[in-house]
């Protein structure tokens, strides 16, 4: 795992890479890949070279991130255990979901992981 100081590809690469329209079935705003039509059924065989790039390019992305979820979940775990998110806030899914638009099972995991040891 490279860290962003140690990352192959330079920094305008990477800014590329956020800016790349993946493919014209996936929209990328504010740093969320989502797909915005149907996945088709699953194919069989070796990946095409269309998919080999889009894979590289979200291997990267993701190599690229990897340290700064890290550091977001840490916080998120930190906030939940603390219960720093009762100022204004009824329980820490609200603060989720009114701060970092988080919700459902990403929430329930990270209150979880709260109440055991740190990641």
């Not at 990477?14 to 797909?35: K, S, W, Y």
Request: with cysteine; glycine share 4%; net charge negative.
């Amino acid at each position: 795992m490279a860290s962003k100081s140690q990352h192959p590809l330079s920094a305008e690469a990477l800014r590329a890479i956020d800016n790349m329209d993946l493919e014209p079935d996936m929209d990328v705003r504010d740093g969320r890949t989502r797909i915005v039509k149907p996945i088709p059924p699953e194919p069989k065989g070796e990946l095409s070279q269309e998919e080999n790039k889009l894979m590289a390019v979200l291997e990267a992305r993701i190599d690229y991130s990897q340290n700064q979820f890290k550091t977001v979940l840490n916080s998120l775990v930190a906030i939940a255990r603390h219960r720093l998110w009762r100022d204004g806030n009824k329980n820490f899914t609200e603060y989720c979901e009114t701060h970092w638009n988080l919700t459902g099972q990403i929430v329930r995991t990270i209150a979880s992981i709260a109440e055991q040891e740190r990641v």
